[in-house]
C-alpha cells in the first residue's frame, strides 16, 4: 500500500523491519498479522531509516491495544527523526 513503513502492515508475515517485536499472525487489524512487545518502559523502534522528502507533509497513524492491565502505565507512540547521516535530531538540535 501507500505505507512509507517497510512491512509497516505485518504484509510480509513476519517481523521484518521490527526485530524488537514479535510477528503474530492470530492478532491483525489488517495485512496479515501485527507486532508485539511485552517489555516494560522500554524504547523500541523498527529497523529501517524510512527517507522522507522535507517539503512534503505527511499523516502518521497506527492501530495498538494493550493485552495486560496495570494500573499507572501508560504507553506513548512517536517518531524520531534522523538527519541524512542518521545522527537522532534531538530538540536541542532545532
Same mark, same amino acid.
Given at each position: 500500500?501507500?505505507?512509507?513503513?517497510?512491512?509497516?502492515?505485518?504484509?510480509? @508475515?513476519?517481523?521484518?523491519?521490527?526485530?524488537?517485536?514479535?510477528?503474530?499472525?492470530?492478532?491483525?487489524?489488517?495485512?496479515?498479522?501485527?507486532?508485539?512487545?511485552?517489555?516494560?518502559?522500554?524504547?523500541?523502534?523498527?529497523?529501517?531509516?524510512?527517507?522522507?522528502?522535507? @517539503?512534503?507533509?505527511?499523516? +502518521?497513524?497506527?492501530?495498538?491495544?494493550?493485552?495486560?492491565?496495570?494500573?499507572?502505565?501508560?504507553?506513548?507512540?512517536?517518531?524520531?527523526?534522523?538527519?541524512?547521516?542518521?545522527? +537522532?535530531?534531538?530538540?536541542?538540535?532545532?
Amino acid at each position: 500500500g501507500m505505507n512509507l513503513v517497510a512491512n509497516g502492515t505485518g504484509l510480509l @508475515g513476519s517481523n521484518y523491519n521490527f526485530t524488537s517485536f514479535t510477528f503474530d499472525q492470530t492478532d491483525t487489524y489488517t495485512g496479515k498479522g501485527s507486532f508485539k512487545n511485552s517489555t516494560a518502559s522500554a524504547g523500541v523502534f523498527n529497523d529501517e531509516y524510512i527517507p522522507i522528502d522535507p @517539503g512534503k507533509f505527511y499523516e +502518521m497513524d497506527m492501530w495498538a491495544k494493550s493485552t495486560t492491565y496495570v494500573a499507572g502505565n501508560h504507553a506513548y507512540f512517536g517518531i524520531a527523526q534522523f538527519d541524512i547521516d542518521n545522527n +537522532m535530531i534531538l530538540p536541542q538540535n532545532t
